[in-house]
C-alpha cells in the first residue's frame, strides 16, 4: 500500500466516523436530551434545529470527502468496470455504491425538506403539525441510519479482503 492509499483510507474512515457517529450523536444523546432541556416543544424545536444546523456542515465535508475518497479507493474497479459485475469484492463494491447514493439521496432529501418545513411550523406556532412531519422525518432518519450501518459492515469487507 501507498502512503497516499493510506492517507486516503484514513480520510475515508475518518469522514465516516464524523458522518455516522455524529449522526448516532443526534439521534441517541441530543434528541431525547432535548425533551429535558427546553421547556416546551417551540423551544425544543429551536434547540434541535440550531445543532443539526450546525452539523449539517460537518456532514456536508464528511460526505464530500466520503465520495471523492471512495471514487480513489475503488480505483482498480473504475479501471475495469467488468470486475464490478465478476469478482466477489466487485459485487460488495456495487452494493455499497448503491447504498450510499440512497442514503446521501434520502438524507439530503428528508433534511432538506422536512428540516425546513419544521423549522417553518415551529415558527408559525402549528405544534401539532411539528409533531406529524417530526414522526415522518424519524422513520426517514431511522431507514437513513440503518443504510450507514450496511455500508459500514460492507466497507468493513472490503478493507478485510
Known amino acids: 500500500m501507498s502512503l497516499l492509499f493510506v492517507l486516503v483510507l484514513w480520510v475515508h474512515l475518518f469522514s465516516a466516523i464524523v458522518l455516522i457517529g455524529g ?34 456542515y460537518f456532514t456536508h465535508g464528511a460526505v464530500a470527502a466520503l465520495v471523492l475518497s471512495g471514487v480513489y479507493l475503488a480505483g482498480p474497479y473504475l479501471e475495469a468496470p467488468a470486475l464490478l459485475f465478476s469478482t466477489p469484492w466487485g459485487e460488495v463494491l456495487l452494493a455499497k ?28 406556532g402549528r405544534l401539532d403539525d411539528v409533531k406529524r412531519v417530526r414522526r415522518l422525518t424519524h422513520i426517514a432518519s431511522y431507514v437513513t441510519l440503518g443504510l450507514l450501518l450496511a455500508i459500514t459492515v460492507l466497507g468493513a469487507v472490503l478493507v478485510g479482503s
Not at 439521534?27 to 431525547?32: A, G
Not at 448503491?98 to 408559525?124: D, F, P, T, W
Open 23 to 56: 449522526s448516532f450523536f443526534i439521534w441517541l444523546v441530543v434528541w431525547p436530551a432535548s425533551y429535558k432541556i427546553a421547556a416546551g416543544e417551540a423551544d425544543r424545536t429551536k434547540l434541535v434545529g440550531v445543532i443539526a444546523k450546525r452539523f449539517a
Open 97 to 124: 455504491v448503491v447504498l450510499v447514493a440512497s442514503a446521501v439521496s434520502l438524507m439530503y432529501a428528508n433534511n432538506i425538506y422536512h428540516g425546513r418545513k419544521i423549522m417553518r411550523l415551529a415558527a408559525e
